[in-house]
Every structure is written in structure tokens, then in C-alpha cells.
């Protein structure tokens, strides 16, 4: 019989660190083969991600958008992955969507974030007060136990509201004096325009930018991305698919040459941070590779609880 692998179920048995290690050693492998598909009803949306890496097998993800639920008291976003066995094709397991994007998402920064901060970083702030904020709160805290965590949002009083889950979480008012005071910044805004300031940045930071996700969105302004060192989670999903990169890249204001790595490289010890004076850039843009990276330390997880 098939698992199908719940959040209730599996997030107990989930450690960061083991997801790190695993998505670290998942960019040893052959690159990824990617596809994505995106099908359309008006604003009903079909999303569909497949990646298949030798070694690991085969993953598809499909997600339902659809708008109106938040009408009818359901979740807008709603799905699950498929896992298939790299040698003879069968399915292996069905994990809910959710699952899966939680731990892929602040798992593939915390990876960045490893590799690419200083390794004195103690204060990390989060512009953002959403789900992926307060993931992000749990894996930097299990990379750093002495973490000070600071919260910024554009509404305070959601700021606020997620501070209060997470002892000792500070609530900043002033964005620019909370990014110049911080050693990794971290976004997850939905924004359209960007909310960081390069001139904001001060040598040594790590920035991690997480929101943006379509082509037309942005929350790290020009200067932000001349004044460091850019490096992404995988070229093939960001350089032409996200606004972040995909419009600076467009108007000349960085070329391909500026983008010093992905995981591929910064792996090899090919690319890399090369002082605590570098500011480091890091683009999130997820993909289907990491689903799939993710996707086998669930199932192993949930195999090893089984006794099988």
C-alpha cells in the first residue's frame, strides 16, 4: 500500500539539520532534470513541478490555486507530491504540499546560510511575519542555539502576533536601523517592489531573499545586488524566472558574470564566501530538485519510525 505522508504525521519526526546535510549532499549528484507546467481556468491555476535526479529518483508536485476558496473557508493553495523509485518507476509515497514546502523552503536557506554567512552570525532579522517567517525562526535557530531573532513587518501588530509564539523574538519599528544592526537578513514578503535597501547593508551581512517567486517581483533594490557577492540555490530556476534577477539582469544593471555560484558550485568549493567583509547574496527560488531532495529525508524519516 502507497503512504500517503501527512504534516501531522511527519513534522515531529523532521530535524533542519538532517535536511541541510541531506539537500548539501543532493547538489553532489548529477544536476536535476526540471520542469514545470503551469495549467489555467481564469484565476484557477494548476501548478505542476517535476524533477528527476539519478540517484534519487523522480518527483512531481502539483498544487490547485484557486483564489476563491478564501470565500468558502478553505486553503487557496492545496496539493501533494508523488516520489517514484529511480530504478523500476513505481510510486514510493504521496506527501501533502505543505509538508513539503515548509521544509524546503527554510531548509534551502538554512543551506545558504551555512555556507555562505559569517561564522560569528548571531543576530538574524526576518522581514516578514508569515508561515515561512516562523520556519525560518525554527531552522536558523537550530544552525545557531545562541540566535537573536528580530521580526519586521509592514503591519506591526502581525510582527507581533508571531513574536509572541517564539520567546525572546524582538519586534523591530525601524526597518533601516534593524538592517543595519543585523548579521543575516532574511525576506519573505510577497512584495512587489523591493523592501531592502542596499545602502542599508553593511560589510560582512548575509542577505537571504526568499519572496519572490514570479517574474515580477522584487524585495532587494539595485544596490543591494551591486554592493555583494549574488549567488542562487540554482541558476536554471532563478536567473530567468524570478524578478529578483531575472529584471536587474534585463536592464544591464548585473550581468550572468555577476552571479559567483549555485549550490552545484559553492559544494565543489568552487564558489564561495571569501571574507567577513563580503556582503553575500543569496536568491531562494525553490524548484522542483529541492522538493524532491526533501521529499527523501521525509520518506526516510517516515520509513526509519516504521521500523521498515
Not at 225 to 231: A, G
Not at 257 to 267: C, T
Not at 277 to 282: A, H, S, V
Amino acid at each position: 500500500m502507497i503512504p500517503v505522508l501527512t504534516r501531522e504525521a511527519i513534522e515531529p519526526l523532521m530535524d533542519w539539520i538532517e535536511l541541510a546535510d541531506a539537500l548539501a549532499e543532493g547538489h553532489r549528484l548529477p544536476p536535476a532534470q526540471i520542469e514545470d507546467t503551469l495549467l489555467s481556468r481564469g484565476e484557477d491555476k494548476l501548478l505542476s513541478r517535476a524533477a528527476w535526479i539519478d540517484g534519487l529518483g523522480v518527483g512531481v508536485k502539483s498544487v490547485t490555486i484557486f483564489a476563491g476558496n478564501a470565500a468558502r473557508g478553505l486553503p487557496s493553495v492545496q496539493g501533494a507530491m508523488q516520489v517514484f523509485d529511480d530504478t523500476t518507476g513505481q510510486l514510493e509515497a504521496v506527501i501533502d504540499n505543505g509538508l513539503i514546502t515548509k521544509w524546503k523552503t527554510a531548509g534551502d536557506s538554512l543551506l545558504g546560510a551555512r555556507l555562505l554567512a559569517r561564522k560569528d552570525a548571531r543576530k538574524l532579522l526576518i522581514i516578514g511575519a508569515g508561515t515561512v517567517a516562523a520556519s525560518l525562526i525554527e531552522a536558523y535557530s537550530a544552525l545557531i542555539p545562541d540566535l537573536e531573532v528580530t521580526v519586521w513587518a509592514r503591519r506591526s501588530e502581525a510582527a507581533e502576533a508571531l513574536a509572541k509564539h517564539y520567546p525572546g523574538t524582538k519586534v523591530a519599528q525601524n526597518l533601516e536601523d534593524a538592517v543595519r544592526a543585523a548579521d543575516i537578513i532574511s525576506t519573505c514578503t510577497m512584495a512587489k517592489a523591493p523592501v531592502l535597501r542596499g545602502a542599508w547593508l553593511q560589510p560582512g551581512q548575509h542577505v537571504d531573499l526568499i519572496g519572490a517567486y514570479t517574474p515580477d517581483m522584487r524585495e532587494a533594490d539595485d544596490e543591494a545586488l551591486r554592493r555583494s557577492r549574488i549567488f542562487v540555490d540554482s541558476r536554471a530556476t532563478t536567473l530567468d524566472h524570478i524578478g529578483e534577477l531575472k529584471t536587474p539582469l534585463a536592464e544591464g544593471v548585473i550581468t550572468r558574470a555577476d552571479i559567483q555560484g549555485d549550490f552545484h558550485d559553492l559544494m565543489a568549493g568552487t564558489a564561495g564566501r571569501r571574507s567577513d567583509k563580503d556582503i553575500t547574496l543569496f536568491k531562494n527560488g525553490g524548484g522542483a530538485h529541492l522538493d524532491l531532495m526533501t521529499a527523501r529525508v521525509i520518506l526516510a524519516r517516515w520509513r526509519a519510525a516504521q521500523g521498515v
